[in-house]
Every structure is written in structure tokens, then in C-alpha cells.
């Protein structure tokens, strides 16, 4: 739409295309767009994402292209003290190898 910010900076849901890296729990998101690398939250479309990425990454821990709905929003830090930009998936549309 005229006017409409870039996906994953409006407060709604964007359609994303990123590299997403899956290894120890602990998963990361390389935006396409932006090259913005943000944690992904264990939330919401993640699990079908998850199962996505853990059939087509080959080997395990490899980077995968993905494509899904989803926002930036503050989440706690993996590591110390406040919050972080972390995608949040809505809906997982696609893994590629």
C-alpha cells in the first residue's frame, strides 16, 4: 500500500524472507530486505517453522531460507538484562534448501 513502512518495522504482521539458523534452542533470523539478524521467539507459528526448517536444513544448524508473517517485538534479551527486537512468527509460509 502507498505509504506502508517496510515489512517487519510496522506494528502489524509483514510478509518476511530471511536466512533462519536453528541450533541448541536458539534460533536467528538474517532479514533479506535488511540484513538485520534478530532472534526468532518460541511463540506462536514457530513450531510449524521449526518443523520446516528441521526438514529441509541439511546439515542441522545450517542456514535456511524461509519466508513467513510475522512482527518485530520486545522480547527478554537470551542473555542479560532487558529486551531485544525478536521475530514473532504468525504464520510460517515456506522452507527452502
Do not use: N
Not at 41 to 52: C, F, K, P, S, T
Not at 72 to 90: F, H, I, N, S
Amino acid at each position: 500500500a502507498p505509504g506502508a513502512a517496510p515489512a517487519g518495522t510496522a506494528p502489524g504482521a509483514g510478509t518476511i524472507a530471511g536466512d533462519l539458523t536453528y541450533l541448541a534452542d536458539a534460533a536467528l533470523l538474517t532479514e533479506c530486505a535488511t540484513g538485520r539478524r534478530h532472534p526468532v521467539a518460541m511463540e506462536g507459528g514457530w513450531l510449524q517453522m521449526e518443523r520446516g526448517y528441521r526438514a529441509a536444513a541439511k546439515p542441522p544448524g545450517s542456514p535456511l531460507h524461509v519466508t513467513f508473517e510475522g512482527r518485530l517485538a520486545e522480547r527478554p534479551k537470551m542473555e542479560g538484562d532487558g529486551t531485544e527486537p525478536t521475530w514473532v512468527v504468525q504464520r510460517f509460509i515456506h522452507a527452502w534448501p
